[in-house]
């Protein structure tokens, strides 16, 4: 799957997630935004609801179903929820070791 495909996704996430912040906690909907605190502006809270954000989209979206929340994605949270070009790779990794291109072209 295309991973500008992907980031648009993320990047429409951000924007909905950023509707449910106060001004000072939203984040830059941008592919070089840093995502995880202390760097990013997201918590714990924040990451989940982000994920249920991004999973929702890709279902939606790009008819993609996918879960972020598996052992592969938490055991590399720190790397995985860095910044928008980090998530957008991995969910690119992720479909691709499924073999699902999830219906979209490239």
């Known amino acids: 799957m295309n991973l500008d495909l992907i980031t ?3 990047l429409d996430a951000i924007r909905d997630l950023n509707d449910q912040l106060p001004p000072d ?3 830059e909907p941008s592919p070089d935004a840093a995502l995880l605190a202390p760097e990013g502006k997201l918590d714990s809270l924040g990451v989940v609801n982000l994920i249920l954000l991004v999973e929702e989209r890709m ?10 929340t598996d052992d592969r994605t938490l055991s590399q949270s720190q790397a995985v929820f ?3 070009t980090s998530l957008a790779t991995h969910i690119q990794l992720l479909i691709e070791s499924r073999g699902n291109l999830g219906g979209a072209a490239e």
């Open 8 to 10: 648009q996704q993320i």
């Open 25 to 27: 906690g939203r984040i």
């Open 59 to 68: 279902a939606n979206r790009l008819s993609t179903e996918l879960s972020l």
């Open 82 to 84: 860095r910044d928008v």
